[in-house]
């Protein structure tokens, strides 16, 4: 079974652009999970998708966004980008997702987004 | 913010020897995971504990969890130099909502051949 695969791996933007990455989930995979992670701020949990819908957000400005399709590839979305926003983005993929018990999450290789 | 923070920062060792990382948290949770990660690459799923549950074994993995102390750790045996990676813990606290996984600060393990 094909892993998680995000695209593009890399990427060089400039302040005030958008951008838009992309994640196809495990087949039959319904839970779709994103994550930033940099040097001083670590992995920090971005949004979470299931069947279309966002359930849960992370701390993280209205300039971060995402949507999920029906086949549940998901993208997020980055408008306006500052320099901050230089972070290896993460997507996960879940099988199964409940409101009361999280399963293991498979992990894309990542998305490196610069930001000059 | 980082709910989970480990201990050590870093740990270097040789081949052969047991690594021990640990992980406190702060709120009551439904189950804690263990994910590596090797340089700038995407995680691997180690191990997931429930709350319900105090030691969970894998391979050469072995996973405590101490729900009264909010803490867990994290022991490999008879490590590999392919074990040089970062380890990270994570939690879903209770009423947290679905899958959101608060991560540690890791952990970065070197082992020397």
């Known amino acids: 079974k094909a892993g998680v695969t995000q695209t593009p791996r890399y990427l060089i933007k400039t302040r005030g652009q958008q951008v838009t990455l992309s994640c196809s989930p495990i087949?039959?995979?319904?839970?779709v999970s994103w994550y930033q992670q940099t040097p001083g701020q670590g992995l920090q949990f971005l949004f979470e998708y299931f069947s279309e819908t966002q359930r849960n957000k992370g701390n993280f400005p209205g300039r971060f966004s995402g949507r999920q399709f029906s086949n549940s590839r998901s993208e997020m979305n980055v408008s306006t980008l500052e320099l901050g926003d230089s972070a290896l983005y993460l997507c996960a993929s879940s099988l199964e997702a409940s409101f009361d018990i999280s399963y293991e999450q498979y992990f894309g290789p990542g998305t490196r987004l610069t930001v000059t | 913010s980082q709910q989970g923070e480990e201990d050590p920062q870093a740990l270097s060792i040789q081949e052969g020897e047991n690594a021990t990382m640990n992980c406190s948290y702060k709120?009551?949770?439904?189950?804690l995971q263990w994910y590596r990660q090797n340089s700038g690459r995407g995680l691997v799923h180690l191990i997931l504990i429930r709350s319900n549950e105090r030691e969970k074994h894998s391979g050469r993995l072995r996973v405590t969890l101490d729900t009264s102390k909010k803490s867990s750790s994290l022991l490999i045996t008879a490590s590999r130099a392919a074990d040089t990676a970062s380890y990270f813990c994570?939690?879903?606290?209770?009423?947290?909502?679905?899958?959101?996984?608060?991560f540690g600060t890791g952990t970065r393990l070197l082992v020397s051949p």
């Open positions: 709120t009551s949770i439904n189950n």
């Open positions: 994570a939690t879903d606290g209770m009423n947290t909502g679905f899958q959101k996984l608060v």
């Open positions: 087949s039959g995979h319904r839970s």
